[in-house]
């Protein structure tokens, strides 16, 4: 998924960013977007949506947070903005099952039965599903960012060796080189994705 | 977190794969949707009052909001329509939206013309905040205004 990250480093401060989208600046909102709207759907996939609902969902997320995000005191004792955006995702989660009448079908549906999600086994339920969606946006990034790095010949070879399961014989074919060669670049990419997952997290982790 | 490699490595392919099934073009879309139709509640605010709303526009110019507080809201041509819709390609009862406790769905009253639910070409739909539906020259905007317990 080709996403751009040239604004990332604006996401510095989780106040600033905050305080930008208090300020509904047109722009800022594409910028929140860009950011979380993969995850948001991939988040809901794991919780059950199917394509189209997961969709619903993150259009009432959206529009959700237009309206109260002029009401929202950042607090950092309280916590940070990817829990309150956790809180709306996961109630228009919950409002979309409702709606398609198959709440049944809802991951963990029967502590879902009532709309508050409060209990401490729920919220650990969702909230390790949030975790993981947010860890695979931070490596789906990442990779975005590395692909920019390296050169495609050494990207490929990640590619094809770790996503589309080919031998390193085969890409070692494919590209003329060396069978120790595709495994230094399927290593190497590896190693810059991690590394640059564990910097995003430590940037956002303000947030 | 990424500490584990082959735990990273596990996420990692899956978040490839994942990746792939995601919509651009459909993220793109919902992401205008939300961003024109929040633009025109800022030229014309939402009223204060939870609930469910429908806000005619023409031509990008947003009118007025309508409430569904009942349980059947007649839309089209005709003046004894809930909202009534000035335009010749609309037909006299274009489409209903019915509600079935905080459930609403819009349907297409057999109109001549039918009607776009967010762009495609619709019989029905279970609505959703910030859906855009288009009959004639008019776009009727569907808005849920409600607290949000956090």
Known sequence: ?207 | MFENKYDTSAKLHTTLISNKEINETHLAKIKNRVIYVNTLMKQLPLPSENGAYILLVKEGNPLSYFSLVKDSISIGRSQDSYIPVDDGNVSRLHCVIERNNSIFTISDNESKNGMTVNGEKMQSRILCDGDIMRIGSYELIFVLNKNLTM
């Open chain 1, 1 to 207: 998924m080709a996403k751009e990250n040239k604004n990332y480093d604006q996401l510095n401060t989780s106040i600033t960013f905050i305080g930008k989208l208090k300020d509904e600046k047109e722009d800022m909102w594409s910028l929140f977007y860009d950011n979380y709207a993969s995850m948001i759907i991939n988040f809901a996939r794991k919780r059950g949506c199917s394509k189209e609902l997961s969709e619903d969902v993150l259009q009432e997320t959206a529009m959700a947070l237009f309206r109260y995000m002029p009401n929202f005191e950042y607090d950092r004792e309280k916590g940070k903005f990817r829990s309150f955006l956790f809180k709306i995702t996961e109630s228009k989660i919950i409002d979309a099952f409702r709606r398609s009448g198959k709440l049944s079908l809802l991951k963990n549906s029967e502590i879902f039965d009532s709309r508050a999600v409060n209990s401490e086994e729920e919220f650990a339920s969702s909230t390790h599903l949030w975790d993981q969606a947010w860890e695979e946006e931070l490596l789906s990034k990442a990779v975005v960012i590395v692909r920019q790095k390296v050169q495609s010949k050494t990207f490929n070879c990640f590619e094809k060796v770790f996503l589309k399961g080919l031998t390193a014989k085969e890409v070692a074919d494919e590209y003329r080189i060396n069978t120790n060669l595709v495994y230094q670049h399927k290593h190497k990419v590896f190693k810059m994705v991690v590394d640059v997952a564990k910097k995003l997290l430590k940037e956002y982790n303000n947030q």
